[in-house]
C-alpha cells in the first residue's frame, strides 16, 4: 500500500505565506517527478508546479515569482512554498506523485488540502 497526504493548508489573509508539504508512505522503490496541482470550485484542475527527479523546476504563470516547488531532504517529500497570497490562490490543492514498486510505474494523487485566501 502507498499513501500520498498533504497538509499545511489553512486559512491565510491575502499577502500572507503558506507551505503545503506532502509525504508518500508504503514499500516504495523510488519516486520520480512531484507537482502540485489545484483545483478552484467550478473550475478544471490545473498544474500548478512541478519538480523532476533531476531537479528541474516548472510553474504556472500565475504562480510564478512567489512560489516555490522543491524535494525536501527525506527523498519522500515535496513542498510549495507560497508566498504573497491572492484570493485567486483559494482552492484544493493536490500532491501528485510518480512512485515506480516493482515493475509498476503509477501517478499517485494526495486526498488533497483546502487554502483559502481571504480577508
Known amino acids: 500500500q502507498v499513501q500520498v497526504a498533504e497538509s499545511g493548508g489553512g486559512l491565510v489573509q491575502p499577502g500572507g505565506s503558506l507551505r503545503l508539504s506532502c509525504a508518500a508512505s508504503?514499500?516504495?522503490?523510488?519516486?520520480?517527478?512531484m507537482a502540485w496541482h489545484r483545483q478552484a470550485p467550478g473550475k478544471q484542475r490545473e498544474l500548478v508546479a512541478f519538480?523532476?527527479?533531476?531537479?528541474?523546476?516548472g510553474y504556472v504563470d500565475s504562480v510564478k515569482g512567489r512560489t516555490t516547488i522543491s524535494r525536501g531532504d527525506a527523498k519522500n517529500t515535496v513542498y510549495l512554498q507560497m508566498n504573497s497570497l491572492k484570493p485567486e490562490d483559494t482552492a484544493v490543492y493536490y500532491c501528485?506523485?510518480?512512485?515506480?514498486?516493482?515493475?509498476?510505474?503509477?501517478?499517485?494523487w494526495g486526498q488533497g488540502t483546502q487554502v483559502t485566501v481571504s480577508s
Open positions: 501528485k506523485m510518480e512512485i515506480q514498486i516493482g515493475p509498476s510505474f503509477k501517478y499517485y
Open positions: 508504503g514499500f516504495i522503490d523510488r519516486i520520480y517527478d
Open positions: 519538480i523532476t527527479s533531476t531537479g528541474t523546476t
